[in-house]
C-alpha cells in the first residue's frame, strides 16, 4: 500500500546524509519533497499542510539530540508526526460492563464490510469472545448468504432471520431496524457477549439509506460504531467520511483492501480530518488477515524501520509450543539437526502466514523489495514435497544420498535433480551453523559470546573432542543413540549442583566479615 510513499520518503533522507548541520535551505527543501510525496499518494491537502508545517516548525526550532545527526533527527520528528496524524495511539474496542457488547458497521457500498465482519468476529473469538453476527444488511442482493457463508468459515454463529434480496429486480421487504434489534436480544439470551451488525452500503449523498442506518443505530444503541473504508478510494476518503460521521457519528475506522496497490492517502487522512482513531486494518483477503492497527508501527511501516512487534506477535500466535521445545532441547544436547527437523521448521514458519508479508515487515525491506515481489511461495512446497520424497534414514543422514536417490527423489517431488542438490547444500550449510552454535562458538563471524565459548583462538576448537558421526547402517545407527543416551543417563556429575558443597568446607577460607560464618554452618 504505502510502498511509493516510502520510496520517496526514503530517498528524501538519504539526501540529509552526510551533513553536520542543517540550514533553514535544507530543511526547507526536505520539506518540500516530504509535500510533494504526500500528495502524489492522494493525501488531503488540509493534512498535508498541517503535516509539513509542524515538521518545518520542529525541524528549525531548538529540538536536537546529541544521540542523532541531523538526518536521523529530522527521521525522528517524521515518525512522531505520523503516528500523530494516523491516530497517536492504538485504540481498542471499547466493551460493554454489562450484557453485550454491540458493534455496527457502516461503509459505502463494496468497502468490503460483510467480509470484514467475518474477519472481526474470529479475531473476537481468538480473543477469548463469544461472537455473533447478526444479517441486517437486506438491500444488497445474496448479502444475507454471504454473511452466513463467512461466519461459517470464521466459526462463528449467524442471526439471519430474513434472507434479504436475491437478485436486483427483488424489492426489498424486510425491515433492517427490526432485524438487528432482534439480534441484540438473541444475543443476550443465547449469552453471546460481543454482537456484530452487518448493515446495507450506503452512499454519502444517499439521505434514505443514512437515515436507515441512523435508526439502526438508535434502536440497537451500539457501543462502538465502525466506519469501514476502502483504503483505495484516495483523497474521496476525507468527503466520505465526513458525510458518514455526521450521519451515523461512528466511533472508529477499520481499513478494508490495506493489501492493494493504491497509495494510501485513506489512512493518512482520515482519521487526522476526523478526529476518529483507526482502530484495525483488512491486509488480505483470508479471515485471518486481520489485524490491530498500531499507528506507532505503520509510521515505521511507511518509513521504512520495520514492524519486527507484529512479526513477533504473529510467531507467538502460531508458533507451536512444544516444537519450539523439543528443538531446544535438541540444541542444548548438540544433537544433529536433521532434515525431520528442517522440515518442521518450515511447517512452522508456513503457519505464520505469508512469508513474502512477513519478510516485507523487516526494516530495510524496501531496499530489496523487488526481489521479494519475486518471490514465490509456492517454493515453501517444494522444498516440502523433496524432503518428504526421501526415506526416513535418508532425512536422518542425508549423507547417504548418493546420485541414483538423488534421482529418485527428484522424480517423487516433481523436480530437476539440480533443486535437490541445492537443497542439500543448504541444509548442509544449515547443519554446521547449528552444530557451531550449539558448541558455543557463536555465528559465523562473529565474536562469541561471554559464557557461551566462541571469539577464541582456533587452536582450542581443535583440541575439542569431536562427536562420533552417525553409522549409515540403520540398526547400527540406531544401536549408537541408545548407547549415547543411556551414558548421558548415568552419568554422574563432577562438581556442585545450585551452589552445594560436594567435600568439607572451611568458611575461614573466604575473605569474609568478621562474624559472618556463622551464617554459613552455624559454628
Same mark, same amino acid.
Given at each position: /500500500?504505502?510502498?511509493?510513499?516510502?520510496?520517496?520518503?526514503?530517498? %528524501?533522507?538519504?539526501?540529509?546524509?552526510?551533513?553536520?548541520?542543517?540550514?533553514?535551505?535544507?530543511?526547507?527543501?526536505?520539506?518540500?519533497?516530504? !509535500?510533494?510525496?504526500?500528495?502524489?499518494? +492522494?493525501?488531503?491537502?488540509?493534512?498535508? *499542510?498541517?503535516?509539513?508545517?509542524?515538521i518545518r516548525e520542529r525541524a528549525l526550532g531548538a529540538e536536537v539530540s546529541a544521540a542523532l545527526n541531523p538526518s536521523q533527527?529530522?527521521?525522528?520528528?517524521?515518525?512522531?508526526?505520523?503516528?500523530?496524524?494516523?491516530?497517536?495511539?492504538?485504540?481498542?474496542i471499547r466493551l460493554a460492563k454489562t450484557g453485550p457488547t454491540i458493534i455496527m458497521l457502516a461503509g459505502l457500498q463494496g468497502a468490503g464490510k460483510t467480509t470484514l465482519a467475518g474477519k472481526l468476529a474470529k479475531w473476537l473469538k481468538a480473543q477469548g469472545h463469544s461472537p455473533v453476527l447478526v444479517a441486517a444488511d437486506l438491500q444488497r442482493p445474496n448479502a444475507v448468504t454471504q454473511l452466513q457463508i463467512v461466519g461459517e468459515?470464521?466459526?462463528?454463529?449467524?442471526?439471519?432471520?430474513?434472507?434479504? %434480496? %436475491?437478485?436486483?429486480?427483488?424489492?426489498?421487504? =424486510?425491515?433492517?431496524?427490526?432485524?438487528? !434489534?432482534?439480534?441484540? +436480544?438473541?444475543? *443476550?439470551? #443465547?449469552?453471546?457477549?460481543?454482537?456484530?451488525?452487518? %448493515?446495507?452500503?450506503?452512499?454519502?449523498?444517499?439521505?434514505?439509506?443514512?437515515?436507515?442506518?441512523?435508526? $439502526?443505530?438508535?434502536?440497537? $444503541?451500539?457501543?462502538?460504531?465502525?466506519?469501514? $473504508? +476502502?483504503?483505495?478510494?484516495?483523497?474521496?476518503?476525507?468527503?466520505?467520511?465526513?458525510?458518514?460521521d455526521e450521519g451515523v457519528n461512528f466511533t472508529g475506522v477499520v481499513l478494508s483492501k490495506l493489501d492493494g496497490d493504491a497509495r494510501g492517502g485513506a489512512a493518512l487522512s482520515v482519521a487526522s480530518v476526523t478526529g476518529k482513531p483507526v482502530m484495525f486494518a483488512s491486509t488480505g483477503e483470508g479471515l485471518d488477515d486481520f489485524e490491530l492497527f498500531h499507528p506507532d508501527r505503520m509510521a515505521s511501516r511507511i518509513l521504512d524501520m520495520g514492524d519486527v512487534l507484529t512479526l513477533i506477535e504473529q510467531a507467538e500466535k502460531n508458533w507451536d509450543k512444544d516444537e519450539a521445545a523439543r528443538m531446544a532441547k535438541k540444541f542444548a544436547d548438540q544433537e544433529d539437526f536433521t532434515l525431520d527437523d528442517f522440515l518442521a521448521q518450515m511447517q512452522q514458519i508456513r503457519n505464520m502466514g505469508s512469508m513474502k508479508k512477513m519478510l516485507m515487515m523487516m526494516p530495510g525491506a524496501q531496499n530489496i523489495r523487488q526481489q521479494l515481489e519475486q518471490f514465490d511461495e509456492r517454493e515453501i512446497d517444494r522444498v516440502e514435497a523433496i524432503v518428504r520424497s526421501m526415506t526416513r534414514h535418508e532425512r536422518l543422514a542425508p549423507k547417504i544420498i548418493n546420485g541414483s536417490r538423488r534421482a529418485r527423489i527428484a522424480r517423487g517431488s516433481g523436480v530437476h535433480v539440480s533443486?535437490?542438490?541445492?537443497?542439500?547444500? *543448504?541444509?548442509?550449510?544449515?547443519? #554446521?551453523? /547449528?552444530?557451531?552454535?550449539?558448541?558455543?562458538?557463536?555465528?559465523? =563471524? /562473529?565474536?562469541?559470546?561471554?559464557?557461551?565459548?566462541?571469539?577464541?583462538? *582456533?587452536?582450542?576448537? #581443535?583440541?575439542?573432542?569431536? #562427536?562420533?558421526?552417525?553409522? =549409515?547402517?540403520?540398526?547400527?545407527?540406531?544401536?549408537?543413540?541408545?548407547?549415547?543416551?543411556?551414558?548421558?543417563?548415568n552419568a554422574v556429575p563432577t562438581g556442585a549442583a545450585f551452589g552445594q558443597a560436594t567435600g568439607d568446607f572451611d568458611p575461614s577460607q573466604l575473605n569474609l566479615p568478621k562474624g559472618f560464618d556463622k551464617f554459613l554452618g552455624g559454628k
Open positions: /500500500m504505502f510502498n511509493s510513499l516510502s520510496d520517496r520518503l526514503t530517498a %528524501t533522507f538519504k539526501n540529509l546524509r552526510g551533513k553536520g548541520r542543517l540550514t533553514e535551505a535544507d530543511v526547507d527543501a526536505t520539506v518540500r519533497e516530504i !509535500r510533494r510525496a504526500l500528495l502524489d499518494a +492522494d493525501v488531503a491537502v488540509p493534512v498535508v *499542510r498541517e503535516f509539513t508545517g509542524r533527527q529530522i527521521v525522528k520528528i517524521v515518525n512522531e508526526e505520523l503516528q500523530e496524524i494516523l491516530g497517536g495511539e492504538t485504540r481498542r468459515r470464521a466459526g462463528v454463529p449467524v442471526f439471519a432471520p430474513h434472507p434479504g %434480496t %436475491t437478485s436486483d429486480l427483488d424489492v426489498p421487504t =424486510g425491515d433492517p431496524v427490526a432485524v438487528a !434489534r432482534a439480534g441484540v +436480544d438473541e444475543a *443476550r439470551q #443465547k449469552l453471546h457477549d460481543v454482537v456484530i451488525v452487518d %448493515t446495507a452500503g450506503r452512499l454519502g449523498v444517499d439521505a434514505d439509506m443514512m437515515d436507515q442506518a441512523r435508526r $439502526i443505530r438508535q434502536a440497537i $444503541i451500539p457501543n462502538e460504531v465502525l466506519f469501514v $473504508i +476502502d483504503s483505495m478510494i484516495g483523497q474521496d476518503a476525507v468527503n466520505t467520511a465526513v458525510a458518514f533443486e535437490v542438490n541445492g537443497l542439500l547444500e *543448504r541444509f548442509a550449510q544449515a547443519q #554446521k551453523m /547449528m552444530k557451531k552454535l550449539a558448541q558455543g562458538g557463536g555465528m559465523p =563471524g /562473529m565474536p562469541g559470546m561471554p559464557g557461551l565459548g566462541g571469539g577464541g583462538s *582456533r587452536k582450542g576448537a #581443535k583440541n575439542a573432542p569431536k #562427536k562420533k558421526a552417525r553409522s =549409515g547402517n540403520p540398526a547400527k545407527a540406531a544401536q549408537e543413540l541408545r548407547e549415547a543416551e543411556n551414558k548421558r543417563a
